[in-house]
């Protein structure tokens, strides 16, 4: 067998990301370099037949997709698996520890204006945060970070391929943001976002590398949430 051959089946088959120190175990053949240099001559292939696949390095390993410009060919059939969307709140809470980890929950509310337990609670549910230590202060309150389910719900190779403040489209920069102001409140108020999971319409997140319309509100998010990294 052919080693593109071995690594073609392996990513075919497995429906997580798998690093090179993964596929490198299967064949005497192969070591870490092999694996990088055949999932390159794989990629030349797919785009050279154009297939409506290739591999994505996600969460610091390859995974095998159908390309995001047929997601919406994949949305019409229910036997593709599907991926519950996240809501507005899980995203504005999701962005703000992306950004900011390791942040505890009362940093997170002060940014808001807003009370997120519940949305944490879901983020922990979804695998999407999780606890990576306590800070030092009053209570040792518990701090969150994100996982590898993160990037690879996103679509992210590492955090460090998330989009910078300074990366992200002028039009998103620009875009106004309507913020109506609850009863009774003054008008600088923050809106209370649902802090449940809205289902929406069915997305093939797990045959497209990216949630277009999640990591978008990511990016709206972005600025506000690490422009002022010393910001509590």
Request: hydrophobic share 40%; net charge negative.
């Amino acid at each position: 067998m052919r080693l593109t051959q071995i690594i073609e089946s392996l990513l075919f088959a497995s429906d997580a990301p798998l690093s090179a120190a993964d596929l490198a175990r299967v064949d005497e053949r192969l070591d870490e370099d092999t694996v990088s240099a055949v999932v390159d001559e794989l990629r030349r292939e797919y785009d050279a037949t154009e297939r409506s696949f290739s591999v994505y390095e996600i969460a610091g390993g390859w995974q095998l997709l159908t390309r995001p410009e047929f997601a919406a060919v994949l949305e019409r059939f229910e036997t593709v698996p599907q991926t519950a969307r996240l809501s507005l709140a899980a995203l504005e809470v999701l962005a703000i520890i992306a950004y900011r980890q390791p942040l505890g929950r009362a940093e997170v509310e002060e940014i808001r204006g807003v009370q997120s337990s519940a949305v944490l609670r879901t983020l922990q549910d979804r695998e999407m945060i999780e606890t990576v230590g306590r800070a030092e202060g009053l209570g040792r309150p518990m701090l969150y970070g994100t996982t590898r389910k993160f990037l690879e719900h996103f679509g992210f190779a590492s955090l460090e391929d998330m989009p910078r403040p300074d990366e992200l489209p002028v039009v998103l920069r620009e875009r106004p943001v309507v913020i109506e102001p609850a009863p009774d409140a003054t008008v600088d108020a923050a809106p209370v976002p649902d802090a449940t999971e809205t289902m929406g319409a069915p997305e093939a997140s797990v045959s497209e590398p990216h949630e277009e319309g999640a990591r978008e509100a990511m990016q709206d998010l972005a600025e506000e949430s690490a422009a002022t990294p010393g910001e509590s």
